[in-house]
């Protein structure tokens, strides 16, 4: 750049592109680049957004180190401040005019709130950081806000299966599954869209009998890719799907006619 960048506007800038990419690595050499600016100056102005980001708990500013290294924004996922947010949305979710037929909760006004849905997004991707997944898996179609977002934190495509492939998707893998009411569903993902060998991340609104999510598991096992974890906005209490480092971010107490409807936060959330 032409003219001498001042330190404000450095910062200014350095944490728009941060954020706006979240996981992903910025080499500081990206930044010199930018600015015109020598690498320990850089290096300061790193120093400087990650101090002010920890004390004000906006997320983490990393220095990477090794060949591939640079600096990285990793969003607030802290468990202990998520908690209030949590205890509000279970509030909500416990009115009784949210039951519905076959004990269900109404689901879909919360899962189309763009803060509440970025903010559970960006909870669930912070366990799974280190998890060494290559994509997030979710299954159409609630459970698709939310997977973009877990998946926008981790910086990682989002692939989505269906339940019956769509001609302009190429061949796929078909696999029938017992869903959670027991009935025999299809479930479908192209062929196209992973690759042997990879490790991905499931994402989804709502599990009661692990259903659905043994479909997943299965589909994965039929590409030759293994699951690190799987996350949910909402799980019925006892629901045990199979697999390892599955989580609730709130957990649903089985519904009895009259009584109470109890919504509480996950576990893992203290």
Same mark, same amino acid.
């Given at each position: 750049?032409?003219?001498?960048?001042? /330190?404000?506007?450095?910062?200014? @800038?350095?944490? /728009?592109?941060?954020?706006?990419?979240?996981?992903?690595?910025?080499?500081?050499?990206?930044? $010199?680049?930018?600015?015109?600016?020598?690498?320990? +100056?850089?290096?300061?102005? +790193?120093?400087?957004?990650?101090?002010?980001?920890?004390? &004000?708990?906006?997320?983490? @500013?990393? +220095? @990477?180190?090794?060949?591939?290294?640079?600096?990285?924004?990793?969003?607030?996922?802290?468990?202990?401040?998520?908690?209030?947010?949590?205890?509000?949305? $279970?509030?909500?979710?416990?009115?009784?005019?949210?039951? !519905?037929?076959?004990?269900?909760?109404?689901?879909?006004?919360?899962?189309?709130?763009?803060?509440?849905?970025? /903010?559970?997004?960006? !909870?669930?991707?912070?366990?799974?950081?280190?998890?060494?997944?290559?994509?997030?898996?979710?299954?159409?179609?609630?459970?698709?806000?939310?997977?973009?977002?877990?998946?926008?934190?981790?910086?990682?495509?989002?692939?989505?299966?269906?339940?019956?492939?769509?001609?302009?998707?190429?061949?796929?893998?078909?696999?029938?599954?017992?869903?959670?009411?027991?009935?025999?569903?299809?479930?479908?993902?192209?062929?196209?869209?992973?690759?042997?060998?990879?490790? $991905?991340?499931?994402?989804?609104?709502?599990?009661?009998?692990?259903?659905?999510?043994?479909?997943?598991?299965?589909?994965?096992?039929? &590409?030759?890719?293994?699951?690190?974890?799987?996350?949910?906005?909402?799980?019925?209490?006892?629901?045990?799907?199979?697999?390892?480092?599955?989580?609730?971010?709130?957990?649903?107490?089985?519904?009895?006619?009259?009584?109470?409807?109890?919504?509480?936060?996950?576990?893992?959330?203290?």
């Amino acid at each position: 750049m032409a003219d001498k960048v001042k /330190r404000a506007e450095r910062l200014a @800038v350095m944490g /728009r592109v941060l954020t706006a990419s979240p996981n992903r690595i910025f080499t500081l050499s990206y930044f $010199c680049e930018l600015f015109g600016a020598a690498k320990s +100056t850089v290096s300061e102005d +790193t120093a400087i957004l990650a101090r002010t980001w920890r004390t &004000f708990r906006l997320g983490t @500013v990393e +220095t @990477v180190t090794g060949a591939a290294g640079g600096v990285r924004y990793r969003p607030a996922g802290n468990v202990q401040s998520a908690r209030p947010f949590i205890q509000q949305l $279970c509030d909500r979710l416990a009115e009784p005019d949210r039951v !519905l037929p076959g004990g269900y909760l109404y689901l879909s006004d919360i899962l189309a709130e763009p803060e509440t849905v970025r /903010r559970i997004g960006e !909870l669930m991707a912070a366990q799974y950081y280190d998890a060494g997944a290559d994509f997030v898996l979710t299954m159409e179609t609630k459970g698709i806000p939310v997977a973009l977002e877990a998946a926008n934190a981790l910086h990682l495509p989002l692939v989505i299966a269906r339940r019956s492939i769509k001609v302009y998707e190429g061949g796929a893998v078909n696999i029938s599954y017992v869903s959670g009411n027991g009935s025999i569903e299809m479930m479908s993902l192209s062929r196209r869209a992973v690759r042997e060998g990879q490790n $991905c991340i499931i994402v989804d609104d709502f599990t009661r009998g692990g259903g659905t999510v043994r479909g997943m598991y299965s589909l994965m096992a039929e &590409f030759g890719i293994t699951v690190r974890g799987a996350c949910f906005v909402l799980a019925m209490r006892g629901a045990q799907p199979d697999g390892e480092d599955e989580k609730a971010v709130m957990v649903l107490d089985p519904i009895v006619p009259g009584k109470p409807v109890k919504v509480h936060p996950g576990a893992w959330i203290k």
